[in-house]
């Protein structure tokens, strides 16, 4: 069964880090893109980061660009996002997903979602 498992997520306070990871189970990570999606309270869910299979490319939403940081290490079978800077507007449900590639927005696995709140 292919599955990917979260952690990292927390309560933390504005300015502070967070470190998520995303970890494949049952597969390989090298052959797809991931991307961290978030969901805020009473918001839809959108993409904030991806990466490609190889980690050669990555892009990010205006909103977290400068201040997250999306890395993947095949040999861990892992993809980590990396968020300084937390403002409470960061505050949601965060997500990793493997695709085939950032640009298609289509998904093939989903992680379980992770918490993260920060306070003002």
């Known amino acids: 069964q292919w599955q990917l498992v979260e952690s990292g997520g927390g309560l933390v306070q504005s300015g502070e880090s967070l470190r998520l990871s995303c970890t494949g189970s049952g597969f390989t990570l090298d052959y797809f893109a991931i991307a961290w999606l978030r969901q805020a309270p009473g918001k839809e869910r959108e993409k904030i980061s991806c990466?490609?299979?190889?980690?050669?490319?990555?892009n990010y939403a205006d909103s977290v660009k400068g201040r997250f940081t999306i890395s993947k290490d095949n040999a861990k079978n892992t993809a980590y996002l990396q968020m300084n800077s937390l403002k409470p507007e960061d505050t949601g449900v965060y997500y990793c997903?493997?695709?085939?590639?950032?640009?298609?927005?289509?998904?093939?696995?989903w992680g379980q979602g992770n918490q993260v709140t920060v306070s003002s």
């Open positions: 997903a493997a695709g085939g590639l950032c640009e298609l927005n289509e998904y093939d696995v």
């Open positions: 990466i490609s299979s190889t980690g050669a490319n990555t």
